[in-house]
């Protein structure tokens, strides 16, 4: 009997083993099913790619324009785009190569410059999208004040009609000069009716305005310029135009494309990127004012 008691608690014993091999084989199975499906769709997440839709070739300023550009890039990406960016150094280079083709889109201009040179230049670019406004802004030379503007002292400005017209509206606004009625956005040097102190007017080619600063009492800057030459609109600028005046409607810099790709898949990309919460918070955050999103 005891024999037989032994045999059977043998059994028992064995076939609890058994078991519990069999349980744990079983979870080793569904473990290892479970890793190998995680696994694959790891996989295939990382193999996964956004169907590629093509390249936005750009033509850009370096400063704001090509920079903020660059924080464009992943966005693009994440949506199949490569943007392909082209910095220049001057204001008609960048139209003419989107004139002829070569490139879909430029991003440098506000809307009075893009109109004027298509009317010179019998070109066919057209607004795309407004992306931001920059102050324009009188900036010190050799003098820190407009008070120390002494008899004869020079002041140097842009040449290009719009911007030139801009930079002379801003001095008369700050008691500098006075121009003829009605002169306006296409104000020259040759409309000023009144200059009590006789101040020199230097027109320059709007890349070499700040590189004079040493040589003339003021200078007067395109925001993108200002940045370029170190100056802070919210801490260096004398006098600059304020974000809620009609300048920043008229000035705002625009993506600018040839006549009849305004509505592309390509540019709308573009433009909507531009305009993202993300894109509005890289500009707030590093520009310090002198680069103000236009919504």
Request: glycine content about 6%; hydrophobic content about 40%.
């Amino acid at each position: 009997m005891k024999k037989f008691l032994s045999l059977l608690l043998t059994a028992v014993l064995a076939a609890g083993v058994l078991a519990g091999c069999g349980s744990k084989e079983t979870a080793s199975s569904e473990a290892a099913v479970e890793t190998e499906t995680a696994e694959a769709e790891a996989t295939e997440e990382a193999t996964e790619e956004v169907e590629a839709k093509g390249v936005i070739k750009v033509a850009a300023s370096a400063t704001p324009h090509s920079e903020i550009l660059e924080q464009v890039k992943p966005i693009l990406e994440a949506e199949g785009w490569e943007l392909d960016v082209t910095v220049f150094d001057d204001y008609v280079q960048p139209n003419l190569v989107v004139e002829s083709g070569e490139f879909d889109a430029n991003y440098f201009q506000h809307i009075p410059y893009l109109d004027n040179f298509n009317s010179e230049q019998g070109t066919h670019l057209v607004n795309a999208g407004g992306i931001h406004y920059e102050p324009f802004g009188i900036y010190p030379g050799s003098k820190s004040s407009l008070d120390e503007l002494a008899e004869g002292d020079t002041i140097a400005v842009p040449n290009d009609t719009t911007n030139e017209a801009r930079a002379l509206l801003l001095l008369q606004d700050n008691g500098i000069i006075t121009l003829k009625d009605g002169a306006g956005l296409e104000a020259t040097i040759n409309d000023i009716a009144e200059n009590p102190k006789n101040i020199k007017i230097q027109e320059l080619e709007a890349a070499q305005v700040s590189r004079v600063k040493d040589e003339v009492a003021f200078v007067v800057l395109n925001g993108n310029y200002a940045l370029q030459a170190g100056f802070s609109v919210a801490q260096d600028s004398i006098a600059y135009e304020k974000a809620d005046s009609e300048a920043a409607k008229t000035y705002v810099n625009i993506i600018a494309v040839k006549e009849g790709n305004e509505n592309s898949e390509a540019i709308t990309a573009l433009v909507d990127a531009l305009k993202s919460d993300e894109i509005t918070k890289y500009i707030n955050d590093t520009y310090d004012g002198a680069v103000i999103p236009f919504k």
